[in-house]
């Protein structure tokens, strides 16, 4: 039966998801801006901060790793909580609670102090990304999950873009109410994350059944077209929620996921040091650095766009997730041995846009076979897990570049971890298609 016409003449599908696009990507879009800065701001603080409290490189380095340690232990439990809570009530005391950790750095005064913080921030952040894509799974359906995913990421861009010059310009407050400006850097970027989290407690609802701006058809026609798609695509929904945890398919997609997170924080935390290699000022550092993000964001906006339009399914789905990361993977070993700075620049903008761009498709992989608060703690297991690429990013990086005397050379590093992970997902996503297949089929039945 064909889908019941709005009463505009339009097609009750496209209003539906256009609706809630227009209303939820743009809020979610935001919030992750304001937590990627989050994430970001410690880079920017340790132009001042190293000198200020008298800590050693090592131990600075070590202090920021911490964050995907505690966000790492407490990201599965944080969103098997959103599924029982809600989002809404949910992300509101994430907000709080990473933005008064945010500001309480400001106040910093020793190592010590800052390994703990740094730790309960990340304890703090954790369940927000994943909370985030296992949310889109209750207001999209599957289809259109890659682009959302997408559309979300954006934000991880234009944070980066713009997350020089807002560092900059927070430092250059030295001396502003008797502080430093590596306080102030803490405390402008805790600052927005408390002021949010009144918004989504105003504004976000907890599904779409609860949302005042989606009428009643258009509620009924995503509850269908959802269960319909929970209902066909055999969705698991475990009886215990950490069950989740031993699902083969999840065990696989977190250990390939790892080299994504590992290859975008190595990259994002020492490209201004890679672009001031080149002989650059300050200011045309920070310049230069919003060139490679713009890239990232474009190809954020057209992978899972392409995949949407042309249908993709089998392995033309899983080459919009190999594909670019094998891009990334080259950009990357190639801007250690191709000569030139410009040329270099222009291999690490590629290989920027191609790591953060296989992941909206990646994502759209769990809501396939997980429902329910299975699917909340499959996807935060996948993302915890996955995230320990930070942690061996931001230590591995600054060991190898201390090694070799070289800010190009653990490029390569990056590049081989990746290339790794990219041959190996394409192994996983198959074996999972293949499964997904059998599964598909009714029991005491053989496949052709």
């Known amino acids: ?79 098997v909580f959103l599924e029982r809570v809600g989002a809404r009530i949910w992300f509101a005391r994430i907000m709080i609670t990473w933005g008064i950790v945010t500001v309480l750095l400001g106040f910093t005064q020793g190592t010590a102090m800052f390994y703990v913080l740094r730790f309960l921030l990340g304890v703090a952040e954790a369940g927000f990304f994943p909370g985030v894509l296992f949310a889109l799974t209750l207001w999209f359906p599957q289809g259109h999950r890659a682009r959302m995913v997408g559309w979300f990421m954006i934000a991880s861009a234009i944070a ?3 997350g020089a010059a807002v560092g900059g310009a927070l430092l250059g407050l030295d001396g502003l109410l008797g502080l430093q400006g590596w306080q102030w850097v803490f405390l402008a970027t805790g600052a927005p994350a408390i002021l949010m989290a009144a918004v989504v407690l105003f504004v976000l609802p907890d599904g779409p059944e609860t949302a005042p701006w989606l009428s009643q058809a258009q509620r009924d026609w995503l509850a269908r077209t959802l269960r319909a798609e929970r209902k066909d695509g055999g969705h698991v929904d475990h009886g215990n929620p950490f069950a989740a945890l031993l699902d ?26 890679v672009v001031k290699g080149f002989g650059v000022s ?46 990334g ?46 699917a909340a703690a499959g996807i935060a297991a996948i993302n915890s897990v996955g995230n320990l690429g930070g942690f061996v990013a931001q230590n591995a990086v600054p060991f190898i570049r201390d090694q070799t005397k070289s800010d190009l050379v653990p490029m390569l590093f990056l590049a081989a971890c990746l ?26 039945v053989r496949p052709a």
């Open 329 to 374: 993977a080259a950009g990357l070993a190639l801007s250690v041995v191709l000569p030139g700075n410009a040329v270099k620049f222009a291999c690490l903008c590629m290989a920027a846009a191609g790591t953060f761009a296989a992941q909206p498709v990646f994502w759209s992989m769990p809501g396939t076979f997980l429902r329910g608060a299975s």
């Open 1 to 79: 039966m064909p889908p019941t016409p709005s009463p505009a003449g339009e097609d009750l599908a496209a209003s539906t998801v256009r609706t809630v696009t227009v209303r939820l990507m743009p809020l979610l879009g935001l919030l992750y801006l304001i937590a990627y800065i989050d994430r970001q701001n410690v880079s920017y603080a340790k132009l001042e901060m190293v000198g200020s409290l008298g800590l050693s490189e090592t131990a600075y380095g070590l202090g920021a790793s911490l964050f995907f340690l505690g966000y790492f232990l407490f990201e599965v439990p944080a969103n």
């Open 419 to 444: 290339a790794l992970g990219a041959g190996l997902m394409f192994v996983v996503l198959s074996a999972l298609r293949r499964d997904a297949a059998r599964r598909a089929v009714p029991a005491g």
């Open 160 to 162: 980066n873009a713009v």
């Open 282 to 327: 300050n200011l045309t550092n920070g310049l230069l650095n919003i060139i490679p993000w713009l890239a990232t964001a474009l190809a954020l906006w057209w992978v899972p766009r392409h995949a949407a339009r042309t249908g993709a399914q089998g392995n033309a789905l899983t080459w919009h997730v190999v594909g670019p990361a094998l891009v």
């Open 248 to 273: 083969r398919r999840v065990l696989m997609l977190a250990g390939v996921y790892v080299s994504l997170p590992l290859a975008a924080y190595g990259l994002g935390y020492w490209l201004p040091t």
